[in-house]
């Protein structure tokens, strides 16, 4: 069974500093991993996606993600954090087979302060 | 083009009401998707629909009821409400031969 874990519910950064979002996942074999924005009151937006192309994946707005099977990680950093990226982050994975559903992480806060 | 669109964007219902609600999308995807959203648990799959007529049961249906009679619209039914389905719901759709996922903007629904 394919699962992530975000290992941590709350992130509290200074702008213009460093981000970093947390994310592990299980997956018996390669698998296609995503992070998603969701800012308050609104819908997912996709940040971007790993499909087992380059392991460095850029995403929107800076973000960038590295997809590590050795570690079996896939965190999302930023280098400077703005106050529009104040909002919750999923990593997610797709789940292969017919659903093809996503399977969504409890979510992480990203709490930007000035 | 409007992506993926829902219907209502919120509701109040008293338990034991009855509601539909609608997704509907113009991107001509065959897969859709409905989940549920609450705190700490990120969104779990209620029921989805490989294409026009069909359905099937994701993580957490009890309670709820789905339609695809058109491939361009996916309902969710609720037929007596409870306040254990107080939640956004999101729904989604996605090409046949692509991982990703499109999502509507929610349906914030509260049952008192």
């Known amino acids: 069974a394919q699962s992530v874990t975000q290992l941590d519910s709350h992130v509290s950064v200074s702008e213009g500093t460093p981000v970093l979002l947390r994310c592990n996942y299980s997956?018996?074999?390669?698998?296609?991993l995503f992070w998603y924005v969701q800012h308050p009151n609104k819908g997912l937006q996709l940040l971007l996606k790993?499909?087992?192309?380059?392991?460095l994946v850029k995403g929107i707005n800076g973000f960038e993600a590295e997809f590590k099977k050795s570690e079996t990680s896939f965190h999302l950093t930023k280098p400077s954090a703005h106050m529009s990226d104040a909002a919750e982050y999923f990593c997610v994975v797709f789940s292969s087979g017919n659903t093809g559903k996503l399977i969504f992480g409890q979510g992480t806060t990203l709490q930007v302060k000035p | 083009n409007a992506g993926v669109t829902q219907t209502p964007k919120f509701r109040v219902l008293k338990t034991g009401q009855s509601m539909t609600l609608l997704c509907a999308q113009d991107m001509n995807h065959e897969y859709m998707y409905w989940y549920r959203q609450d705190p700490g648990m990120g969104l779990r799959l209620i029921h989805y629909?490989?294409?026009?007529?069909?359905?099937a049961k994701g993580e957490v249906p009890d309670g709820y009821n789905v339609s695809r009679l058109k491939k361009q619209n996916f309902l969710l039914g609720l037929e007596s409400a409870a306040p254990s389905q107080t939640s956004v719901y999101f729904c989604?759709?996605?090409?046949?031969?692509?991982?990703?996922?499109?999502f509507g903007p929610g349906t914030r629904l509260t049952v008192t």
């Open positions: 989604a759709s996605r090409d046949a031969l692509s991982y990703e996922q499109y």
């Open positions: 790993y499909t087992s192309a380059a392991t």
């Open positions: 629909s490989v294409g026009e007529g069909t359905t």
């Open positions: 997956s018996s074999y390669s698998p296609s």
